[in-house]
T-cell receptor, first 111, second 114 residues
Framework: GQQLNQSPQSMFIQEGEDVSMNCTSS?????WLWYKQEPGEGPVLLIALYKAGELTSNGRLTAQFGITRKDSFLNISASIPSDVGIYFC???????????FGKGTKLSVKP | NAGVTQTPKFQVLKTGQSMTLQCAQD?????MSWYRQDPGMGLRLIHYSVGAGITDQGEVPNGYNVSRSTTEDFPLRLLSAAPSQTSVYFC?????????????FGEGSWLTVV
């Protein structure tokens, strides 16, 4: 079945640094989504991407839908302590609406 | 705005016991689904439903049953709990299954099977 490879698995950064994480797949997706999950909570949608090449921002977050439809990245600029959490990418294929999730990137920010 | 509501938040079961995780949404969403989340595994789809009376299996359906008698509710049943079912369970819903529909998640149910 379809699988997503998300990297890095974890990141430890200093407050103010920029962060970049990405997801790749061997399959084509029609939609890429990026979620953030904080401890004890469900995933919350950050950014949704619907077209190949699309670059979308949400505050300090920027995500892009890869031109091949097989990858996506998420950047966080000028990180702050409240950025701490696990970030998940998720892809939605053409033939079905169910989401395939990456295994997550755990972000830790040192003040 | 209640959104997606899951109960219970925490549950401890003995091996072999049965229980039902409840999920309700008040957004008139057609599509509902259940995921389990295990350390290092991301979220994996258990079962999903594209409307009342219709259910289908996801990636890891074994040991779980679902039903969808109403648009609002999508309970997940464990008929005979096993330690391997210790996990965090998330219910999710969206307006439809089509591409581009935002999927909303509940806050999760932490289940421990001893």
């Amino acid at each position: 079945g379809q699988q997503l490879n998300q990297s890095p698995q974890s990141m430890f950064i200093q407050e103010g640094e920029d962060v970049s994480m990405n997801c790749t797949s061997s399959s084509i997706f029609n939609t890429w989504l990026w979620y953030k999950q904080e401890p004890g909570e469900g995933p919350v949608l950050l950014i949704a991407l619907y077209k190949a090449g699309e670059l979308t921002s949400n505050g300090r977050l920027t995500a892009q839908f890869g031109i091949t439809r097989k990858d996506s990245f998420l950047n966080i600029s000028a990180s702050i302590p409240s950025d701490v959490g696990i970030y998940f990418c998720a892809g939605q294929g053409r033939s079905q609406g169910n989401l395939i999730f990456g295994k997550g990137t755990k972000l830790s920010v040192k003040p | 705005n209640a959104g997606v509501t899951q109960t219970p938040k925490f549950q401890v079961l003995k091996t072999g016991q049965s229980m039902t995780l409840q999920c309700a949404q008040d957004m008139n969403h057609e599509y509902m689904s259940w995921y389990r989340q295990d350390p290092g595994m991301g979220l994996r789809l258990i079962h999903y439903s594209v409307g009342a009376g219709i259910t289908d299996q996801g990636e890891v359906p074994n040991g779980y049953n679902v039903s969808r008698s109403t648009t609002e509710d999508f309970p997940l049943r464990l008929l005979s709990a096993a330690p391997s079912q210790t996990s965090v369970y998330f219910c999710a819903s969206s307006y439809s299954i089509g591409v581009g529909n935002t999927i909303y998640f509940g806050e999760g149910s932490w289940l421990t099977v001893v």
